[in-house]
């Protein structure tokens, strides 16, 4: 293995352990840790490594793919001040809109709820298009979403 492939996951074991062991809040707040440890990483390497770890920013910390498991109410809850729509479109898809910014995270969070009603979902900028089998789903999918928008849990 490569000098820097070696050097990339020894800094993506350790930013693991990081995110598991504390409450990371931010990336300046991981490089200063990472760096403590003898692994030094720009903004944008950090910025790569959680995204190919899939390592997402919810509740204001990072936490790790299936961390939460199936999503808490209180992890959920925290997502509900960037909902800004719910659009029906068509039987099987459902646009969510969010605040600018905020979808990817709002998708990861409803991804990780283990909604059964939901068959994927891709997010962009400030829009989410949410996949579901059937009418039906859609409807409850659109039912939670909203519910969620209005603070009242999912």
Same mark, same amino acid.
């Given at each position: 293995?490569?000098?820097?492939?070696?050097?990339?996951?020894?800094?993506?074991?350790?930013?693991?352990?990081?995110?598991?062991?504390?409450?990371?809040?931010?990336?300046?707040?991981?490089?200063?840790?990472?760096?403590?440890?003898?692994?030094?990483?720009?903004?944008?390497?950090?910025?790569?490594?959680?995204?190919?770890?899939?390592?997402?920013?919810? *509740?204001? @910390?990072?936490?790790?793919?299936?961390?939460?498991? =199936? !999503?808490?109410?209180?992890? /959920? #809850? +925290?997502?509900?001040?960037?909902?800004?729509?719910?659009?029906?479109?068509?039987?099987?898809?459902?646009?969510?809109?969010?605040?600018?910014?905020?979808?990817?995270?709002?998708?990861?969070?409803?991804?990780?709820?283990?909604?059964?009603?939901?068959?994927?979902?891709?997010?962009?900028?400030?829009?989410?298009?949410? *996949?579901? @089998?059937?009418?039906?789903?859609?409807?409850?999918? =659109? !039912?939670?979403?909203?519910? /969620? #928008? +209005?603070?009242?849990?999912?």
């Amino acid at each position: 293995m490569p000098a820097d492939t070696e050097t990339r996951e020894a800094r993506r074991r350790e930013l693991v352990a990081l995110v598991r062991r504390e409450r990371i809040t931010s990336q300046t707040t991981l490089a200063r840790r990472l760096a403590a440890r003898g692994h030094l990483a720009t903004q944008s390497s950090i910025s790569r490594d959680l995204r190919d770890l899939g390592i997402a920013k919810i *509740a204001g @910390r990072y936490t790790l793919p299936g961390e939460l498991g =199936a !999503a808490s109410a209180d992890a /959920l #809850a +925290a997502l509900a001040p960037f909902l800004v729509a719910v659009r029906p479109a068509g039987p099987h898809l459902t646009v969510l809109l969010t605040t600018a910014g905020a979808a990817q995270t709002v998708a990861i969070g409803i991804d990780r709820a283990g909604w059964t009603e939901l068959v994927g979902s891709v997010a962009g900028d400030d829009t989410i298009f949410l *996949a579901t @089998r059937n009418a039906r789903d859609q409807g409850r999918l =659109a !039912a939670r979403l909203r519910q /969620l #928008a +209005a603070g009242e849990g999912a």
